[in-house]
């Protein structure tokens, strides 16, 4: 067991809790950093791609978790926050805007609208305003096709090459410049999103998912502080779809779809509902799922001659997985690793209801 | 000096007269209790003055401010703190993040400067953290510090809010029904400490509350309640003998003939 003694006021307000986790942070960083060694050594980048949209996948996640795990609103149309940042990046770079103004710019112009778009239906609650951003989604693809002239329509888009200060980065030429990059913005945005939790925006955002009643009698604006978690969302949705575009390459009226809305909310969710760390894990297995499949097909063929082509494997994988969790394991997969380290950390005191929560997460989740 | 005046209040929910032409004023130092049988309105007037409600009628000053021109989060600037009858903590935060939300009204830095955490964010922290460790030693509540609401008992609970109310360094005190579901030890607590709040902090405490040992043990006057309209304002005591207040709580003494077929 570990006993955390607290001298200062600065224990509880800096990054890390005690020394061994600090250590434990800084070999992680180590481990991502030097990843791309291991690729240059076995000289082939293609998995490199894929850890590198898990980590854009993850970026969209944590704009979602702000909104949906600490806010408590309910979004089923974060892929329309991407399109918006994807487009607004192509369109910025087409118009001869530098990457690294073009590229914030996209982010920060996805949150405003899309803080604009969701003002009205702010007002909504749990299930309703699931419903109305639902609605968004599904009309994100024809919005993309009416928007032709900047879009590309059904034809889709190219998205230009990153150029920073003269360094060009493409997904493909450039694999280990593009993954550096991806992962710079990445640790950026959990910075942002930990400062963001330790200082009284984060806690009201926690308040009004905990109790609306109570965070207004605290003197918390209710729409001005739902405006803000949205922008902030949409905002690093915008981003991580800008990225998403450079990792695709190529994007169409299809690519920001209704299943990647649905992909980021059941990403959360197996990951951990309001952690951090649940965005990332949800990432992963979001990410490593199509590619066990695929290794799955492929490993069946050959070894035992089977050949399974089922359409929509992967969706009812995904459907069955998230049922799975909702019922076992409610906290997704971070919480599940809290219980084991608190279990070790305690032993033999870890009690099984250690963890029970005695409210529901979302106010719908509620029967009344 | 009066801190809080009601002034001919009124509120229906359709029909129903839920608040009937109440008046009241809460002074300065004082502690003011609201008594009265379920559904006379206490509740309702609690919810007027955080704004939750809006009266039909009637008027409500606090400390120079017309709450009537303000909205519900507006209300805790002024210096108007205030807990539930159903305890609404913030479940799945500690003590401590609970305790600092109620620090929301002297928040002074902005989106950004959080978001980068500048050093007038640090600076402020700490200076929240201590406003609230302060609370912390005069509720007891070093135990629970660091624990998760969801899991502390019912009357640990009660103290929390009672604390997240005083961490917002109010000037006027609401508690709806601070000993509900208390034992006698935990409502003796609460006894002591609303006196202190009154006579150390300086802190007007206004109290809906139906335990009369606890009313008559702190409040200077109490104003009783029926059907949304005043029976009778005085000390404690005068108002538990006066005739209006007996039959709202016991009847008059006629049986009903009738009144056997109810169930």
Redesign the interface.
């Known amino acids: 067991m570990r006993f955390v003694f607290k001298t200062s006021y600065d224990t509880d307000i800096r990054l890390f809790k005690h020394r061994a986790q600090a250590t434990w942070y800084a070999l992680l960083l180590l481990l991502v950093l030097a990843t791309p060694l291991y690729f240059v050594a076995i000289g082939d980048a293609y998995l490199l791609g894929e850890i590198t949209g898990v980590l854009i996948l993850a970026i969209a996640g944590m704009g979602l978790m702000l909104l949906t795990g600490h806010t408590g609103l309910p979004s089923l149309g974060h892929a329309t926050f991407m399109a918006l940042g994807c487009y607004l990046n192509i369109n910025f770079l087409g118009a001869g805007v530098p990457w690294l103004i073009a590229f914030p710019l996209s982010g920060l112009i996805a949150g405003v609208l899309g803080t604009m778009i969701a003002l009205p239906v702010l007002r909504l609650h749990g299930v309703y305003l699931a419903l109305a951003t639902l609605a968004m989604s599904i009309l994100t693809g024809d919005f993309v096709v009416i928007a032709e002239p900047w879009t590309g329509g059904i034809a889709g888009a190219a998205v230009p090459d990153i150029n920073i200060f003269g360094i060009e980065i493409n997904r493909y030429s450039t694999p280990y410049k593009f993954y550096y990059l991806v992962l710079f913005v990445a640790i950026l945005l959990v910075w942002f999103y930990r400062n963001l939790l330790r200082t009284p925006t984060g806690r009201s955002f926690t308040a009004i998912r905990d109790s609306e009643i109570s965070a207004r009698a605290m003197g918390i604006n209710l729409t001005r502080t739902k405006a803000t978690s949205f922008f902030l969302s949409a905002t690093a949705a915008g981003l991580a779809g800008a990225l998403f575009g450079h990792s695709a390459g190529y994007v169409t009226n299809e690519t920001f779809d209704l299943v990647m809305s649905i992909t980021l909310l059941l990403m959360i969710v197996i990951g951990g509902l309001g952690f951090i760390h649940g965005a990332f894990f949800g990432a992963i297995v979001v990410g490593i799922i199509p590619v066990a499949i695929a290794n799955g097909r492929s490993f069946l063929a050959t070894t035992f001659d089977v050949n399974i082509n089922v359409p929509g494997l992967e969706s009812a994988l995904f459907a069955l997985i998230l049922v799975g969790f909702i019922l076992f394991e409610p906290m997704g997969l971070y919480g599940r690793w809290l219980k084991i380290r608190t279990y070790f950390e305690l032993f033999p005191f870890y009690r099984k209801d250690m963890f029970k929560r005695q409210k529901s997460y979302l106010k719908t989740d509620r029967v009344q | 000096m009066s801190l809080l005046e009601i002034d001919n209040v009124t509120l229906r929910f359709g029909g129903l007269v839920a608040v009937d032409a109440v008046s009241l004023t809460v002074n300065e130092g004082e502690v003011f209790a609201l008594v009265g049988p379920n559904g006379a309105g206490k509740s309702t007037i609690f919810n007027m003055i955080?704004r939750?409600y809006d009266p039909a009628e009637g008027s409500i000053r606090f400390d120079g401010h017309d709450l009537l021109q303000s909205?519900?989060?507006?209300?805790?600037?002024f210096g108007i703190?205030?807990t539930?009858q159903n305890i609404?903590?913030?479940?799945?935060?500690s003590v401590?993040?609970n305790l600092?939300?109620?620090?929301?009204?002297h928040?002074k830095?902005g989106?950004l400067s959080?978001?980068?955490?500048s050093p007038n964010?640090?600076r402020?922290?700490?200076r929240?953290?201590?406003a609230v460790e302060e609370v912390i030693d005069f509720l007891n509540l070093q135990a629970y510090r660091d624990k998760m609401i969801?899991?502390l008992p019912y009357g640990v609970r009660k103290v929390v809010e009672l604390g997240?109310a005083l961490a917002?360094e109010p000037k006027l005190l609401l508690l709806d029904e601070p000993a509900s579901g208390l034992s006698v030890e935990e409502t003796q607590d609460m006894a002591f400490w609303i006196e202190d709040i009154q006579t150390q902090m300086g802190i007007s405490v206004m109290m809906v509350e139906h335990d009369m040992g606890l009313v008559s043990a702190v409040s200077g006057r109490v104003m009783a309640l029926s059907d949304g309209k005043e029976l009778a304002t005085g000390t404690a005591a005068e108002v538990q003998s006066h005739p209006a207040v007996i039959e709202a709580y016991l009847g008059t003494g006629e049986i009903s003939k009738t009144g056997t077929s109810r169930a």
């Not at chain 2, 959080?114 to 955490?117: A, K, L, R």
């Open positions: 955080s939750f909205t519900a989060d507006q209300v805790p600037g703190a205030r539930f609404e903590l913030f479940e799945q935060a401590l993040q600092l939300v109620g620090r929301h009204r928040r830095t989106l959080n978001i980068v955490f964010a640090y402020e922290e700490v929240h953290r201590e969801g899991g997240r917002s």
